[in-house]
């Protein structure tokens, strides 16, 4: 009986306590908490790193692109000897990859 009167006079005190400890619980560990921020952000770092890869990728393809639609001979010339293998009965060919 004591005890829920003095849950009666101390109601503010707990109704803090609770929202405190809820409030709390949530920053950290919530779905927008600070652990999961904290994966977005690595996240966030990998998708970076891999657009900067793939626009890499890009623009080389471009250049390569550039160079065939300009007849550069030299491209082709190598494009030719390493897509068929190509060689004259002089030259010595070899792989270095």
Known sequence: MRLIESFKNKKF?????FLT???GINLIGGERGLISFFEKKKIYGELVNKD???T????DLEHKISLVKKNDLDYLD???REKFR???KDEIVIKLK
């Not at 005190?13 to 306590?17: K, S, Y």
């Open 52 to 54: 900067k890869i793939l």
């Open 78 to 80: 190598m494009l030719y």
């Open 13 to 17: 005190i707990l109704i803090n306590i």
């Open 21 to 23: 400890l809820y409030v």
């Open 56 to 59: 890499n990728k890009i623009v």
């Open 86 to 88: 190509y060689g004259t």
